[in-house]
């Protein structure tokens, strides 16, 4: 990404949706999460499941600071090829997620959100609550307007995590 770089933690990521490693490989090269986010998720594997992966147990045992792309690729390549754009439509609903939740922290949350916009190649999911696009609705007065964006943003965030979630496999958390 070139405007945003958060790192979204896995605790965050784990209690919405379920990623494998290509989508983990999609995250960490677009500066989203960290090596850490990978290292977290193998060691919950670990917990869940008795025979493992040897590239699994080997991400698990890295320290912090320790970089495990390699081992990354090579489980993201063990799996099978994943649609791309559903790979960016779930980046899209963590990072919009990440920064509502946190939208306090942002000086401008709004522009934020016109910065994911643009990284993602302007997706029309959600130009409804852009600042620049054209808006449904009447001009109200700039506050106004903003409360309706922030609005449409929470929506956007409601209806995406009850369809990842429906998605989600029984049992599966994360």
Known sequence: MDLIQLKIPWQFIRERCSLGWRQLKYGLDN???DSAVTVERAIDLLGEQADTDPGVIEL??????QCGQSILAELA???PPLDVAEVQD????LV???VYEHRSEFSDPLQTV???YADFGCPQSIEGFVRYMPSEGPNVGRLENEKRLMERWRLFVLRQSKRLMTARPR???G
């Open 31 to 33: 500066e989203l999460i």
């Open 60 to 65: 698990a045992a890295l320290r912090p600071g």
């Open 77 to 79: 390549d063990a799996e």
């Open 90 to 93: 779930t980046w899209l609903y």
């Open 96 to 98: 919009l997620a990440w």
């Open 114 to 116: 016109e910065m994911v």
């Open 171 to 173: 049992g599966d958390r």
